[in-house]
C-alpha cells in the first residue's frame, strides 16, 4: 500500500544512492518525491520510499551488491500493475531490456524473472522484470499485451530518469511471457493492441529488440496439435482444430511478419514437450522469408524451462547468446 505521510528515512549504503538522483549532500537513501524537488518535501517509511512522478508512485526498496541498483516501481496504477527495476553501476545511457515471466497466463509475477533481471544488470543491461494481467484478472489478449507495451512507454518516459537510452529497449520473455516478448516487438503500430488510457502517454511502444524462450507464434497451428485451457483462457476462445477462431490469426506472431522490424533471438529446447519447437522454427521461417534479422538457437538434450537449472550448461549457453545478441543488436560500445 501506498502511503504519503512523512515517515523516518530508509538509509542505504551511500553507492546507491546516485541513481536515485541524490547529491552527496542528502541524507542517504532518501529519495526527494519527484512533485515537490522545489521545496524538498521528503516522504518515505521503514520499508520503502514513495515518490510521486505524476504518473505512478514509485517504491524504492534499493538493495546493493555487485553494482545493481533495485527499486520496485508501480508503472501503471490503474491496474495497480509493479515491476523490478535493476539498473547498473555507471553513468549510462544504458541499454534497457524489459522483462516477463512465463506460467500459461495465469501464473507468475515480476519475481519470476529477478534473477534475469540481475545478472543483465551485471552485464550491463538495466533490467525491468514486470507484471502483467493474468487471464483470470482481466488480461485476456490483447490487454496483457498492452500492459507490456504501457510498461516499453512508462520506461521510455523515465529514461533519463534512470539513466536508461529509449532508443534501446528490448523485450524478452519465457514461455508465455516469451508470446507477450514476441507479438510486442511484432506490432509497434497496431493500436488495437496498445492500451490507449495507459497513463505513459508521449512515446510509442516499439521496441528495439525481442529475445524468446519458447513463445507460441502461430496459434492456428498450436490449435492444430493440442491447445492447454489455460491458452484458451487467454485467448478467450475454444479450440476447435476442424473451425479455427479468427482471434487465432490476429494472435499469431507470423501474421504481422512483413511488419516486424525489431531483431529477433529464439531460444528453444529441442525436447520442448509442453511448447515445440516446431512453433520458434515457423517464426524463424516466416521472418527470413520476410527480410527480417532472426537468429535461432536449438538447445540439444533440454525441454520446456530448460533455463531454471541455472548453471547447467544449456542455460549458460543461453544466457551467453543473449548478452552477444543484446550487444550487437542495442549497439553496445
Not at 497451428?221 to 487467454?234: D, S, T
Request: negative net charge; glycine residues 12%.
Amino acid at each position: 500500500m501506498v502511503e504519503s505521510a512523512p515517515r523516518q528515512l530508509f538509509r542505504y549504503d551511500p553507492a546507491c544512492r546516485g541513481r536515485l538522483g541524490l547529491s552527496p549532500s542528502e541524507p542517504m537513501g532518501a529519495v526527494r518525491r519527484a512533485g515537490a524537488a522545489a521545496n524538498g518535501e521528503w516522504v518515505g517509511s521503514r520499508r520503502g520510499i514513495f515518490i510521486s512522478l505524476g504518473l505512478a508512485w514509485l517504491v524504492v526498496a534499493t538493495a546493493c551488491g555487485h553494482g545493481v541498483e533495485e527499486v520496485t516501481v508501480e508503472f501503471d496504477p490503474i491496474h495497480q500493475l509493479t515491476a523490478r527495476l535493476f539498473l547498473p553501476s555507471g553513468r549510462g545511457p544504458h541499454a534497457a531490456v524489459v522483462l516477463l515471466h512465463g506460467g500459461c497466463f495465469l501464473h507468475g509475477s515480476h519475481r519470476g524473472m529477478e534473477r534475469e533481471g540481475r545478472f543483465l544488470a551485471e552485464q550491463g543491461f538495466a533490467a525491468l522484470s514486470i507484471d502483467y494481467r493474468l487471464a483470470n484478472q482481466g488480461g485476456q489478449f490483447p490487454r496483457a499485451v498492452g500492459d507490456v507495451k504501457c510498461a516499453v512507454r512508462w520506461l521510455k518516459t523515465r529514461a533519463g530518469e534512470f539513466g536508461v537510452d529509449p532508443a534501446r529497449i528490448a523485450v524478452l520473455g519465457t514461455s508465455a511471457g516469451g508470446y507477450l516478448a514476441s507479438i510486442t516487438a511484432a506490432t509497434p503500430g497496431r493500436p488495437e493492441f496498445d492500451r490507449p488510457e495507459c497513463g505513459a502517454q508521449g512515446h510509442d511502444a516499439s521496441v528495439a529488440a525481442a529475445v524468446v524462450y519458447y513463445g507460441v507464434s502461430d496459434w492456428n497451428r498450436r490449435c492444430r496439435g493440442g491447445m492447454l485451457q489455460c491458452e484458451e483462457m487467454f485467448l478467450s476462445e475454444r479450440c476447435d482444430p476442424q473451425q479455427l477462431a479468427p482471434v487465432f490469426d490476429q494472435a499469431s506472431v507470423t501474421t504481422y511478419r512483413d511488419e516486424i522490424v525489431a531483431p529477433y533471438l529464439l531460444l528453444h529446447g529441442e525436447l520442448d514437450g509442453e511448447i515445440g519447437v516446431d512453433q520458434s522454427r515457423q517464426l524463424r521461417d516466416a521472418m527470413g522469408q520476410a527480410g527480417g534479422d532472426v537468429e535461432l538457437l536449438v538447445l540439444p538434450g533440454v525441454g520446456h524451462n530448460f533455463e531454471r537449472d541455472w548453471d547447467a550448461p544449456a542455460a549458460r549457453r543461453a544466457r551467453r547468446a543473449i548478452v552477444d545478441f543484446l550487444d550487437q543488436r542495442l549497439e553496445r560500445p
